[in-house]
Nanobody, 124 residues
Framework: VQLQASGGGLVQAGGSLRLSCTAS????????MGWFRQAPGKEREFVAG????????SYADSVKGRFTISRINVQNTVYLQMNSLKPEDTAVYYC??????????????????WGQGTLVTVSS
């Protein structure tokens, strides 16, 4: 199983970025997908999750209304559209796959495959 994340970079506060994560080696359409992030000196935290069909999503309170998770199963890809970025969004962002396809879970141990991470830096 391989998850390849991309799209990170440096952006000014108020700007936008779109992260992508393409999966291989698994039946993508039966997995729930999530995005997590880890800021320097902090624990990894849940950002957003999406069920197998894309019909259900969940967000951390800190990103609600600013971030949107979506997926295209035929392309084995999950996206995270990030708008109105803030300096506190600076972190390494990881995509992850969970065998819980219907229920979106926010804890790390629910996910058994992880991407390598992509760095997002938001300047003030």
């Amino acid at each position: 199983v391989q998850l390849q994340a991309s799209g990170g970079g440096l952006v000014q506060a108020g700007g936008s970025l779109r992260l992508s994560c393409t999966a291989s080696g698994l039946t993508f359409s039966v997995y729930g997908m999530g995005w997590f992030r880890q800021a320097p000196g902090k624990e990894r935290e849940f950002v957003a999750g999406i069920n197998w069909s894309g019909g259900s999503t969940s967000y951390a309170d800190s990103v609600k209304g600013r971030f949107t998770i979506s997926r295209i199963n035929v392309q084995n890809t999950v996206y995270l559209q990030m708008n109105s970025l803030k300096p506190e969004d600076t972190a390494v962002y990881y995509c992850a796959a969970s065998p819980s396809s219907r229920t979106i879970l926010s804890f790390i141990t629910a996910y058994d495959a992880w991407g390598q991470g992509t760095l997002v830096t938001v300047s003030s």
